[in-house]
């Protein structure tokens, strides 16, 4: 399994149990060679044909997420009949129960940044926005008052 993410990022996915792990500013993973059966994507940037070259014939890419342009153009192409492109769409605590169930059997671990003082929301946020988070950011609030 090979994860692609910022270096800041690449030894919790080892951690995690990648085999692979990829720093996405200094290597392109669709121009390596590497086919691949199956690429989730939670931010898609990258038009369809430059993901192709990375798919086996048989592959498949499924994205949650990204810029506006390349989502038009990934679901475009599931909308033509070319299936092997989907963009996923998330229903709000959809399916909460079962992931709280893989949680407590240890199948599924939560990464976790934080939690973040209330009074540091501002800097969680920038770190969120900059992409320098390992895991959901979490903020405190502490209900003593």
């Known amino acids: 399994m090979t994860g692609v993410d910022s270096a800041l990022k690449l030894e ?43 798919l086996k014939p048989e592959g498949k890419y499924v994205t949650v ?13 599931s909308v033509l009949g070319k299936n092997n492109m989907k963009v996923l769409s998330l229903k709000a605590n959809q399916n909460v129960d079962e992931l709280h169930k893989l ?5 599924l671990e939560p990464v976790i940044d934080g939690p973040y003082p209330l009074e540091k929301t501002v800097e969680a946020v920038e770190l969120f926005g900059k992409g320098n988070h390992i895991g959901k950011v979490i903020l405190q609030i502490d209900e003593t008052d």
């Open 65 to 77: 997420g990204g810029d506006l342009w390349c989502l038009f153009r990934i679901a475009l192409r």
């Open 103 to 107: 949680i407590e059997k240890n199948i």
């Open 12 to 54: 919790k996915m080892k951690q995690l149990g990648f085999d692979y792990v990829l720093d996405y500013r200094v290597t392109d993973f669709t121009k390596t060679g590497k086919k691949y059966d199956l690429i989730f994507d939670a931010k898609s940037t990258r038009l369809p044909k430059s993901i192709a070259p990375a």
